[in-house]
Every structure is written in structure tokens, then in C-alpha cells.
């Protein structure tokens, strides 16, 4: 069963997010989960997970107040977590990337670790201590899991070695250009930074996620985004954060060439608009304006999508070896939808083609009594590989849930 709320524990909204939750009729219901799951310091499996990844999302804060988003990829294991409130990145400085003038020592970061081909990500925020150029450790402020809601399934290798830069010249510009365009327009996926300053003095960055089918960002003529915000976990850390302070990074990729467009401006939230009713399934709609893009090619890893008849093939596999899976225990780490633990009532073929692989859609036969809604909606279920219970996620909708891992 999920833990009772620790009293102890403070609440980790702001005005903000709070705002955003009451807009929906949450704010009482997400009080309990906000204390509970997020936490300031990272649990084993977020501590395990990190070292793992090829690449890692970050938003930092310029000398001037505007946030950027970015991403910067090394071979996996420059991460590592020698304590749970410490995380040590393994970085060297790059002065190409904006993002960077706001990694000094002391600055506040976002981060969020994700892995494509699984759909699973954790996220974290902190402070900086820079050891050197080549590296710094992040002491962790607040560390929560997300949901594989809205992943593009995608498998990552590396185009070439990334301790070597890049050759190609970073392009700086005011207005979108057709190139910048054709990336935005044609995007499934994008990664979004904001922060906010607390009444502590403290300064809270954070950077997320957001997919949808290619196409779902749109561009106006006046080069205004218009995102569709779909059903989340009403954590609302991002668009909470645009209420207090509109300013936003945004970062679109290339993932066939490994160009990345960064864009910092501001966020504007519509809670009521009639456009909304054109974008199919968004709950409210959010705009930003670029005021500062840049333009970096060959700046990432490349990547592939897992192609949607592959993964239902994997999708047969999967539910055929787990029809036999009863729920043993609720686990509360992606609140996004919620979390059921099952254990196999038989063992998997010993022939089995895909064993219990993170990312997978499964059909899940357990009870109804032994799946439990939240506020969030669905179930969900974590796990590794090698471990002999599973996690499991699904969209609130209830039609196809996925080993996350």
C-alpha cells in the first residue's frame, strides 16, 4: 500500500504549482503525494538508473535571468551517485552551448535523466559545487520519479566520439529560419526549462518533458509556439513555474542528424481559450515566444524510433509470457500513473524472446480489487531486468499499459 503522508515532511509546491492544481480541483488530493514523492534525496533505483544513460537533460540559468535547455551526451558511467543527496556529473565545459553560462559553482540545475528505448526518466534539481572544467557534483533539492506517459520510443548510438567537438559553426539568431522550423514542426519530442526563485531565496530549476505526435507543437505566422499541455501527474512543476516566472528554454532535436535548436523566451498559459478544442486531447494550451535561438548542428548522439509494428509484436510477446501476474504490492516512485509491483505466478519461457524488457506493452489480467486508481489515473509497474517482479504502466485510459523498467 502507498505510505501514509509524512506530516513531518513540507510541502514541495510553490504558488505556482499550487495555482495550476486548484485550476483542476487537485490542490487537497496532490498534497499527500507531493510530500511523500518528492523527496531531497534519490532513492536506490534513481541512484542505480543515472549511470546508466548515454546522454542527460539539463536546464541552467544565465548570468542574465534566462533559462536554457539542453542536452549533453557521454559514454554511460559519467554520472554517479557516491551518496543519495549527491550526484556527480562527469561534463566538460562547452562553451557552444548557452545552457553552460549557467553551470558555475553554485547555480541552481534541472535535470532529467531519461532513456528512450525504455520510456523510463527520473527527475532531480539542485545546486552546483564545480569541482573543475571537467566535472561537478549536483546536491540534490528535490528528486521525483515521472511516468513513460507521452516517450517516444527511440534507440540511441553514438555518430561519433563525443570527447570530440563538433566542426560545425553554432548559429545564433532572433527569428526562426526555415531550418529551425522544419525542426519544430516536424518534432515528437521536446524538453522545456523554467525556474523560479522560492520565498526561502532559494532558486528551483527544473527541466521536463513533452511528446506528442510529430507535428502537435504549432508555429504561427507571427513565430509564436503553441504547445497543448495533455493529461499529466498535476504535478504542474513546469507550467506552476511559468505562472510565478514566464521565462522559458526550450530544446528541440534533430535525431537523425543530432542538431539541436535552444531557444530561450517567455511562456505565456491559456487555461481557457477556444483554440484549445483544436488540439486533440489538451487539457489547456501554453505559448512561448522565442526572444534568442541558437542553432547548434551535429551537437548530439543520433537515434532511431522503434517502429510502432515492432512493438506490437513485442506487445504479443509480452502479454502472452506475463497473463499470469498478480499485484503484491503498490509502489508509489511514478506517481504518473500509479504504481502496482507484480510478481510472475509461473516462471517465463525458458525460449521466451523478449524476458521481461522495460518499455514494452503489456495487457495486464490482474483484478480489478488488486489495481487501484489514483488521482493521477492507471497503473503502473517498475523494475529491472534481471529482478524477479516487474513495474508496470498505463494511460489513465486503461487500453495498453508498459513495462517501464
Not at 8 to 25: C, F, I, K, N, Y
Request: glycine share 8%; net charge neutral; charged share 20%.
Amino acid at each position: 500500500m502507498l505510505e501514509q503522508t509524512r506530516q513531518d515532511a513540507t510541502s514541495p509546491w510553490h504558488a505556482g504549482e499550487l495555482a495550476m492544481q486548484r485550476s483542476v480541483g487537485v490542490a487537497e488530493r496532490m498534497d499527500g503525494p507531493g510530500r511523500n514523492f518528492v523527496r531531497k534525496a534519490m532513492p536506490e533505483q534513481h541512484r542505480a538508473f543515472f549511470p546508466m544513460l548515454p546522454f542527460v537533460v539539463l536546464g541552467a540559468v544565465d548570468a542574465k535571468g534566462d533559462v536554457w535547455a539542453t542536452v549533453r551526451a557521454e559514454r554511460p558511467g559519467f554520472m554517479a551517485s557516491p551518496e543519495p543527496e549527491i550526484l556527480e556529473v562527469h561534463l566538460p565545459r562547452d562553451a557552444a552551448d548557452p545552457a553552460d553560462a549557467g553551470m558555475e559553482d553554485g547555480d541552481a540545475i534541472g535535470m532529467l535523466g531519461i532513456q528512450l528505448e525504455t520510456r523510463r526518466r527520473n527527475r532531480l534539481n539542485g545546486v552546483i559545487h564545480r569541482t573543475d572544467a571537467e566535472a561537478f557534483q549536483v546536491r540534490v533539492g528535490q528528486s521525483f520519479g515521472n511516468c513513460p506517459q507521452y516517450i517516444q520510443l527511440r534507440s540511441s548510438a553514438f555518430v561519433r566520439d563525443p570527447d570530440l567537438p563538433t566542426a560545425m559553426p553554432t548559429l545564433h539568431s532572433s527569428q526562426l529560419d526555415d531550418r529551425a522550423l522544419g525542426m519544430i514542426e516536424g518534432a515528437d519530442t521536446f524538453f522545456v526549462a523554467s525556474y523560479v526563485d522560492r520565498d526561502n531565496g532559494e532558486r528551483q530549476v527544473d527541466v521536463s518533458h513533452r511528446g506528442g505526435n510529430a507535428g502537435f507543437v504549432h508555429v504561427g505566422a507571427d513565430g509564436v509556439l503553441t504547445i497543448p499541455d495533455f493529461p499529466g501527474n498535476r504535478f504542474f512543476n513546469t507550467l506552476g513555474n511559468f505562472l510565478v516566472n514566464p521565462k522559458a528554454g526550450l530544446v528541440f532535436i534533430d535525431f537523425e542528424t543530432g542538431d539541436m535548436l535552444q531557444m530561450t523566451g517567455r511562456a505565456e498559459v491559456l487555461l481557457d481559450a477556444p483554440e484549445i478544442a483544436t488540439f486533440q486531447r489538451a487539457e489547456r494550451l501554453w505559448r512561448f515566444t522565442p526572444q534568442e535561438i541558437v542553432l547548434r548542428p551535429d551537437a548530439l548522439l543520433a537515434s532511431r524510433p522503434l517502429r510502432n509494428a515492432a512493438w506490437k509484436r513485442l506487445a504479443n510477446q509480452c502479454t502472452d509470457q506475463y497473463n499470469d501476474n498478480r499485484s503484491v504490492q503498490e509502489c508509489p516512485e511514478n506517481l504518473c500513473p500509479a504504481s502496482s509491483r507484480l510478481s510472475p505466478l509461473r516462471p517465463p519461457p525458458r525460449k521466451s524472446v523478449l524476458p521481461r524488457m522495460a518499455g514494452t506493452a503489456v495487457i495486464p489480467s490482474a483484478s480489478r480489487s488488486s489495481i487501484r486508481r489514483t488521482a493521477a489515473g492507471g497503473t503502473a509497474l517498475n523494475s529491472s531486468p534481471a529482478a524477479p517482479r516487474s513495474s508496470l504502466s498505463s494511460p489513465a485510459n486503461g487500453q495498453r499499459s508498459w513495462i517501464t523498467g
